[in-house]
């Protein structure tokens, strides 16, 4: 049976999920702002749940309609056959988003769609289903456009980038699948050095570490879609039996992790020691401005603090121009990829970046500036202006 489903990820990561998906099997792949549809069997949806390190959630579309009013949404969701597909003992909760919606309360549109599904419950099998907002068995997503919606049962559960391997956060944690995205739009590949020189809890040293073991983020995690009554066990287990047969001995690999701060060390080591990586990665007590490259060419993949350990605006302008010096004297031949959430940190550095593009860490608004780092050539000479202009992001938004 051909399925249709919506894999949701980070702004900004939508070319590298398609090419993921198409690698996974998945036919009809196409890409949206803020995510990508594809089609499949349900084989093709425990794969993605399972080894895909860039979706946010793997969808299943249930439902769609046009739509005028609540009663609309109402009649769609009540047609569709809920205790089909999962338990009316399993708990439930419903979510909406809409672009242009027209209805004025998206809080009483989604109460219509979760009393359509209790509804439907009743009259088919007597019963009906409890509503959990914190940790249901089963959430079902609706979004809306300006004329029509559509329904979707998350088949995930709990986020994607929720791997069950980080057990301490840093302070300003990027996401598992955005770092994840991240090596894949620098174009980093397993054998080749990879260093993050302000690794704080170090997801980018975890991520790479999965990578280059070939080990699929979702092995160690429950899934929604276990739940649901058409459940193959049988398929999920061969999967889960390929994924472990296809993983590459735990032997070390050319990762690097350094920090200035020994907190944030200890959580790295923590992190990674948790994960069975400790004697896979490399991690050492250093300041970024004083290292020296481990290799003699490479990726630096990092996310730099920015206001809250470097210091306020003084002191982040004096650190950005030191940062560019011991890329440019320091790492020639490598190339540095800096995610960050400062817009001034492009000026700052004083470095040509050959790339900008806008990511999301959630809510925040960033900039993933690649930096090929080849010896001269590199400093700026003047400030463009009108250059610098177009590098502000639309409004930084931190997420609640």
């Not at 840093?170 to 894949?184: D, H, K, Q, V």
């Not at 459940?231 to 390929?242: I, R, V």
Request: proline share 6%; charged share 20%; with cysteine.
């Amino acid at each position: 049976m051909t399925l249709f489903f919506f894999a949701p990820c980070p702004r900004g990561l939508e070319s590298a999920l398609v090419a993921e998906l198409v690698h996974l099997g998945a036919s009809f792949v196409q890409e949206y702002a803020g995510g990508v549809q594809f089609q499949g069997d349900w084989r093709t949806c425990y794969r993605a749940n399972l080894q895909s390190r860039i979706a946010s959630r793997i969808l299943w579309r249930v439902a769609s309609g046009p739509y005028a009013n609540e009663t609309d949404v109402y009649d769609v969701a009540h047609a569709s056959p809920w205790n089909e597909w999962f338990n009316s003992s399993l708990t439930i909760r419903v979510n909406v988003a809409a672009i242009k919606c027209p209805l004025r309360s998206l809080d009483f549109v989604t109460l219509k769609i979760k009393d359509a599904i209790c509804d439907k419950f009743r009259e088919t099998a007597g019963d009906r289903p409890s509503v959990n907002t914190v940790r249901p068995d089963i959430r079902i997503h609706g979004f809306f456009d300006a004329r029509k919606f559509t329904l979707y049962l998350d088949t995930s559960g709990d986020p994607l980038f929720k791997r069950g391997l980080r057990k301490v956060a840093g302070e300003a944690p990027i996401r598992e699948n955005l770092a994840a995205g991240i090596l894949s739009l620098a174009g980093w590949q397993p054998g080749i050095p990879l260093l993050d020189p302000m690794c704080g809890s170090g997801t980018f040293l975890l991520e790479a570490v999965q990578i280059a073991l070939n080990i699929a983020p979702g092995l160690g995690r429950n899934f929604a879609f276990e739940k649901l009554r058409n459940f193959d066990k049988g398929h999920w287990d061969q999967l889960k039996e390929a994924a472990l047969m296809q993983q590459k001995p735990k032997i070390r690999q050319p990762i690097f992790g350094s920090d200035l701060y020994g907190d944030a060390l200890a959580a790295a080591r923590e992190n990674i020691s948790a994960a069975g990586f400790s004697d896979i990665v490399m991690l050492k007590q250093a300041n970024v401005l004083e290292i020296s490259a481990p290799a003699p060419t490479g990726f630096i993949v990092t996310n730099p603090p920015y206001g809250v350990r470097v210091g306020e605006r003084q002191g982040l302008n004096d650190f950005y121009p030191k940062l560019g010096d011991v890329l440019k004297k320091k790492f020639s031949g490598w190339n540095a990829y800096i995610v960050t959430a400062d817009s001034l940190l492009p000026k700052y550095i004083r470095l040509t970046p050959a790339r900008r593009i806008p990511l999301f860490n959630g809510a925040l608004e960033c900039r993933l500036l690649e930096y090929r780092m080849v010896a001269g050539g590199m400093r700026k000479t003047r400030t463009n202006n009108k250059q610098l202009a177009s590098d502000q992001p639309n409004g930084i938004k931190q997420s609640g």
